[in-house]
């Protein structure tokens, strides 16, 4: 069993494990806003101070990423109707 009171030895992790944790607890919530019992508590995660310190550990830009994550999800959850048909030239011929 490890022992709090004693360490033997400290070590650095890597960077790089903090950002899979990030990118899983990212994952994780977005998962979460598509699931009413999770909902709320993805919002609040995404609009709080947590994402912002996940998002600078990914080295994201914490404004723009929420900007693109809910505008994806707008598109996901209300789908734009397809552009009309665009009238083709008429060619000289």
């Known amino acids: ?3 709090l009171n004693t360490v033997h ?3 650095r992790l890597p960077l790089e494990v903090f950002r899979c944790l990030a990118e899983s607890v990212v ?3 977005v998962t979460d806003l598509h699931n009413d019992a999770f909902r709320d ?3 609040r995660f ?3 101070r947590s994402f912002d310190a996940y998002c600078e550990i ?3 830009n914490a404004r723009r990423a929420r ?3 809910y505008a994806r999800l707008d598109d996901l959850m209300y789908p ?3 552009a009309p048909a665009q009238p083709q030239p008429l060619t000289a011929g």
């Open 41 to 43: 508590d993805a919002r």
């Open 9 to 11: 030895q400290r070590r």
């Open 80 to 82: 734009r109707p397809p």
């Open 67 to 69: 900007q693109n994550l």
């Open 1 to 3: 069993m490890f022992d």
């Open 27 to 29: 994952r994780q919530a």
């Open 46 to 48: 995404f609009d709080g």
């Open 58 to 60: 990914l080295g994201w």
